[in-house]
């Protein structure tokens, strides 16, 4: 029998989460009748038919639900996500350079209009003041219940009193960005044009944000969730598809150039290796890159700024971001220096001692527990 819960993930809402949650999923599910999302093949969403009018009748029966996000933090994130897949990037003509010109591009804004009434994505055919009224219309005649990304866990309990939806206890958060600026970090430029540009997103996102507020009044806002997983969760998904430096490398032709070295230098870790956290993957990843680096240009400034970053397994993707800062400030591609770096990279699986990387990770980590326990031995 056809369940009677529909749900609609607007992209960057935080709806992967709530898909695998509702289907014990792995990974989020094929659109259907019951979740309504982006179909790859024609980058539409299939939600169009639930906001016209003639259809509403059809729908009276659902319990139909849904997240937004304010629309600052969804563009950007959207952005950071998306700027490396050029079957996305390629729909936006001129293709976006920077963030600002995907801000400016009157295709990519008021987006979550015009994901609910089913224009494609970075459609031509912008979202008006119409399309508006259709989404608002719906949500009134069909009694949308409208969460909210910033109150996740409150959305979630929100959702279950009304859709009678048992959430798990443990929740695993699903597909982060792995490299973007924190919102405080955003330029108030930045904030002020997405807000210029994204004016019916924000009309939207704040009448719901109202009607959230005063249908969440009596909501219990306790509850025994507990959201499981980090960035290093998704690192394991991202490499299936693209290598580490693109989260933060500016100019893609060193990893072009060296496509056979990180494909192998992948291959090995995901098929031979066989990582299952994150963290390790990164680790290693960092390690081998560096060492193999430091083999083909031996004593040039990009093997010598690289040496000087102390590689851990804390969090070892800040140390991705700063190996991208150093090939970002050399940009070893310009015509004056980029002889020096013409060999080719081979991958050699035995270049790094993977034991003795991690003992001698545990061994800093006792010491410094150590350090740690003659200082209060001190006081």
């Known amino acids: 029998m056809k369940s009677k819960n529909i749900f609609i993930h607007i992209p960057k809402t935080g709806g992967t989460t709530i898909n695998c949650a509702m289907n014990n999923s792995q990974w989020q599910t094929k659109p259907d009748?019951?979740?309504?999302?982006i179909i790859y093949e024609t980058k539409k969403s299939n939600s169009k038919d639930i906001f016209l009018p003639e259809n509403h009748s059809k729908y009276l029966e659902f319990k139909i639900f849904m997240l937004l996000r304010n629309p600052i933090d969804r563009l950007i994130s959207e952005y950071y996500f998306i700027k490396d897949r050029p079957e996305f990037m390629s729909l936006i003509r001129p293709v976006p350079r920077s963030l600002k010109e995907y801000i400016k591009n009157k295709q990519t804004?008021?987006?979550?209009?015009?994901?609910?009434?089913g224009k494609r994505m970075y459609d031509k055919s912008y979202v008006n003041n119409d399309d508006y009224e259709l989404v608002i219309n719906a949500i009134e005649k069909l009694n949308i219940h409208v969460g909210l990304f910033e109150e996740f866990e409150k959305s979630l309990l929100y959702f279950g009193t009304q859709t009678k939806i048992k959430w798990p206890k443990n929740i695993p958060i699903k597909r982060i960005t792995l490299s973007r600026p924190r919102f405080d970090d955003v330029s108030?430029?930045?904030?002020e044009?997405?807000?210029?540009?994204?004016?019916?997103?924000?009309?939207?996102?704040?009448?719901?944000?109202?009607?959230?507020?005063?249908?969440?009044?009596?909501?219990?806002?306790?509850?025994?969730?507990n959201f499981v997983g980090n960035k290093y969760d998704y690192v394991l998904k991202y490499t299936e598809?693209?290598?580490?430096?693109?989260?933060?490398?500016k100019n893609?032709?060193?990893?072009?150039?060296?496509?056979?070295?990180?494909?192998?230098?992948?291959?090995?870790?995901?098929?031979?290796l066989r990582f299952r956290k994150g963290e390790d993957y990164v680790f290693i990843w960092n390690k081998y890159l560096v060492a193999s680096i430091d083999n083909a240009f031996n004593d040039t400034p990009l093997s010598n700024l690289l040496n000087q970053i102390e590689?851990?397994?804390?969090?070892?993707?800040?140390?991705?971001?700063?190996?991208?800062?150093?090939?970002?400030?050399?940009?070893?591609n310009t015509n004056a220096i980029k002889y020096t770096y013409n060999s080719k990279l081979i991958f050699d699986p035995n270049i790094i001692d993977i034991k003795s990387e991690f003992k001698k990770q545990k061994t800093k980590k006792s010491d410094n527990s150590f350090s740690i326990f003659k200082l209060f031995q001190k006081k």
């Open 193 to 225: 044009l997405i807000i210029k540009h994204n004016s019916l997103d924000f009309k939207l996102y704040n009448y719901c944000k109202t009607r959230f507020d005063n249908q969440t009044l009596a909501l219990n806002k306790t509850s025994n969730f």
């Open 188 to 191: 108030d430029e930045i904030k």
């Open 33 to 37: 009748f019951n979740y309504r999302h």
């Open 311 to 332: 590689l851990t397994n804390t969090d070892p993707l800040k140390d991705t971001e700063e190996i991208c800062k150093v090939f970002n400030e050399i940009n070893i």
């Open 252 to 272: 893609k032709l060193f990893i072009q150039k060296h496509h056979a070295f990180f494909n192998s230098l992948n291959l090995h870790l995901h098929n031979e």
């Open 241 to 249: 598809r693209f290598v580490l430096l693109e989260i933060a490398l």
């Open 109 to 117: 804004n008021n987006y979550m209009i015009g994901f609910l009434v």
